[in-house]
């Protein structure tokens, strides 16, 4: 439940706000204590609204199940494409599509962590790459699934963008110093990071109109969960999430090969090599092979690559360098074997057998973690995170939000927040200086509060404010003040007042929403107009 608990808590607000019939979530007012923690603005919820949708026809557990499974198949769909455009190679493509997917760390962030972001972003880390591949050295017309790439990673996970981002830099400037780059690839490069804007800027404008200069208080930027190659190479070799060596924080045997021995096949192909050499050097940078903790009380590596949090982050994106290598030298082993396409279906065959049995090896901890507890979560405290040795189902699935997340349950608080932050989740309401009861209700980017007072009051409610919180008295809009724990404070007349306390997303938040919107049309626009254009030729 390490992450788990957050990303549920997130989707259940979107839930309930659907059912409520308001499609936009900015803030928490069902879920984090009704804080109004506004994680929803600076953390992508795109693909949190088909886990939301789900809940409409299924029970939650079920819905969870088949979010997770779809992602596990559009990343097997997402592998193949991408390498079967790389490689024209149908073999190595299916080859490199179950090496991909299966990855133990994959399942590590979907099956065991609940590190749900980081889950989905791993699917279409294959098409930022081999978007960029194509705007540098492949067919330069295909930029436009760079754009396509990056903006599903900018739905997915920012920390990913992030990674991703720095990745393409380097190896553009790799390009740049080894080869000539031409006017036109560089003016196809443009036109990706154009079109990716387009299509994804809305994403970034409540960074823009509510974090930047607000006091916010980001997660820090620290290095954490530090592994020692040994144990990578060890965890790798138990080959299963949530064992005892980094829960499955690894590459698994056939990578951990590849890893080892991977540089005698691939020394005479410069882009398996390069593949090679990138998924090696992730690998040995995800561990303590680097002295993280030393780096970490230096400003300029924090400033820079600090944001990544834990350096084992880098192991999806080893994983998919190292997959390309590990399905090379399978398809040239095979390749060197036999010409038949009906043995080379044998291998697939056999590879697919194999590849089944070490998911279910590999799960297995989870597995027995969920059949061999019998403690099942009851109605927590608000300031009571989630234990590690419960059980949850459909029917005990809501107690889930009535206490804290086990992590981010204070993301983007602002910083005056974090500091009273038990007060907050505990819904405090002050008056005066003095506790208040009063009656409090819900709705979707709002909460409701019946004040009576018989005289002139000052309140500090419960609910963090943000450059876009909006608050009404009895129907009219009324002005506030940021109080000394970060939340709203206003002045009450004597009297019977009903607050609300909202929150208004920008004029340019819409209006880029709108702008993606007509991209997307154009490209799908365009893109029939090329095949009926094909089709008449």
Known sequence: M????????????????LKQGSLFTFIATHGFNHTGVANFLFYPTVFLYPLALLRFVFNPITSIYIWVGMFLFLTLVIAFYSMLDFSKSFFRSFIFALIYALVPY????????????????????????????????????????LSIGMTLLCFSHILSVYIATFLCIVLFLCKVLTQKISARRLINLLKSVFVTVLLAGWEFVPFLTDYLGQNIEAPREQFWFLNGFNDLVNGSFQNTVGGQINDGRTLGILLMITLFIGIVFVKN?????????????????????????????NTLVLNTIGNIQFPFRLLAFASFFLAISASYIIFKVVQGLTKSTYKKGLVVFGFVLISITGYFGTVQPALSRISGKVNYLGVMKPNQKVADNVVIDKYNYLNLFTGSTNTGEEDYFSKDATKSASSILDGKIIANGKSLRCQRKLYPNMEKYWINTDKMTTVDLPIIAYHGTTVKVNGCPYSYKISQRGTVKIILGKGKNVIDVGYKA?????????VTGITIMVLLGKGIWLILKNKIA
């Open 2 to 17: 390490s992450d788990s608990s957050f990303h549920l808590t997130r989707a259940n607000e979107i839930y309930q706000n």
């Open 106 to 145: 994959h399942l590590y962030l979907g099956i065991w962590n609940g590190v749900y972001g980081e889950y989905v972003a791993y699917t279409f880390i294959p098409l930022v790459f081999l978007g960029l591949y194509h705007v540098l050295w492949g067919n330069e017309n295909k930029w436009l699934i």
């Open 269 to 297: 192909s410069g882009k398996e090599l390069s593949c090679y050499i990138l998924g090696t050097v992730l690998a040995i940078l995800s561990t303590t092979f680097v002295d993280w903790k030393s780096l970490s009380h």
């Open 506 to 514: 920008s004029s340019l938040y819409y209006g880029m929403l709108i």
